[in-house]
């Protein structure tokens, strides 16, 4: 008996997610999907896989179409502060049963004229089943991950010396702490000092301004956004981006100007995001992505831990081609910097 022969899988609208998702993580959340919607015009589709007519998993992609002919689906496509987008299973399978429907679900989207498929995992351990076979190619990247306990005095003694003694250094030198609003001339301020920080490397921001404003705009009257601000003397010298739900908090963005280095402005608020987290009850702080050493050693100086999601990527011959003439293009414009 041949398993595929029962498995099916259609596409649902975004109004049904919810019929499937009783609890979704922060990532599936329908204001989340929506602020990434608003923010990058991407849409949303759900893609339902029954196994004799019952339903078992539930994945939900982003698409985009870009230079007219390729057509893009990522659980979660890059570039949109979504670490991953795991499916959601309704019903317990063993991990081969979900490599297989998670292979027949790329089919589907393939068959339907995708030209680039991406998904990324919570976790390496589905990934490293799948292995790198039918053209996937398979990922790990990393991040730092802050196991959250119920004491401040335990979340202290977890971080490193170098970064408790920046945290007293800000509140001898007087850095205060403001909380944001998410008003519109906030986040303009913090995009306007995040440019600064990208222009010393000649190059801008990777997420527009529409995607911040669209993120506090949907997240914010859910209680999901916190932005936090570090203020000497008036002025505000360090912003950190945050969102989070009943039981973690993700750091997506932060933006300083050279005194905060001084004052241990960005220390200080990095603590003040880990005493919001034990407060409030939440469970982790995954600081975000792993890649320049000099960033990589301030958030592990918090405690956090290297973790590694799972990535798979399937592209078709031709987005093969484009991508790499892409890439060769960005190339020629780097040296041409130079």
């Keep these: 008996m041949c398993v595929e022969n029962f498995i099916e899988t259609e596409v649902i609208d975004i109004t049904n997610y919810y019929d499937y998702i009783t609890y979704p993580d922060l990532f599936l959340h329908s204001s989340w999907l929506k602020a990434i919607e608003e923010g990058l015009g991407f849409k ?12 078992v998993c539930l994945s939900i992609f982003l698409t985009a179409q870009k230079a007219g002919a390729f057509r893009l689906a990522g659980a979660p496509l890059p570039g949109c502060f979504t670490p991953h987008l795991e499916p959601v299973w309704l019903k317990e399978v063993d991990d081969t049963f979900k490599v297989k429907i998670i292979e027949m679900q790329n089919r589907f989207l393939i068959k339907d004229g995708f030209s680039y498929i991406e998904r990324r995992f919570r976790d390496d351990l589905l990934v490293k089943k799948i292995g790198n076979k039918k053209g996937y190619e398979i990922k790990f990247p990393e991040t730092f991950i802050l196991e959250i306990k119920d004491d401040l005095d335990t979340m202290w003694k977890t971080m490193e010396g170098r970064s408790r003694n920046m945290v007293r250094k800000a509140e001898k030198k007087g850095v205060k702490l403001v909380k944001g609003e998410g008003n519109v ?40 956004v916190l932005i936090l601000s570090s203020v000497l003397n008036d002025e505000v010298i360090a912003m950190g981006f ?12 932060g933006a300083s100007l050279p005194e ?19 407060n409030h009850g939440l469970k982790l702080y995954d600081l975000g992505g792993k890649g320049i050493p000099s960033i990589d050693k301030f958030k592990a100086s918090f405690g956090g831990k290297s ?14 081609i484009a991508e790499k003439i892409y890439r060769n293009i960005l190339s020629f414009k780097s040296k041409l910097k130079v």
């Excluded at 949303?44 to 339903?55: D, N």
């Design 242 to 253: 945050f969102i989070y739900d009943d039981s973690e908090i993700h750091f997506l963005s």
């Design 185 to 224: 001339s906030e986040i303009e301020m913090f995009y306007e000092m995040l440019k600064i920080v990208f222009a010393k490397s000649n190059s801008l921001p990777p997420h527009p301004l529409s995607l911040y404003k669209s993120i506090v705009k949907n997240l914010m009257p859910e209680n999901r």
């Design 44 to 55: 949303s589709i759900g893609l339902l896989t029954k196994f004799e007519e019952i339903p």
């Design 260 to 278: 905060a280095y001084k004052t241990g402005a960005n220390n200080f608020i990095q603590w003040n995001v880990i005493k919001f987290a034990v």
């Design 307 to 320: 973790h590694k999601y799972g990535k798979i990527v399937w592209r078709s011959k031709k987005a093969l």
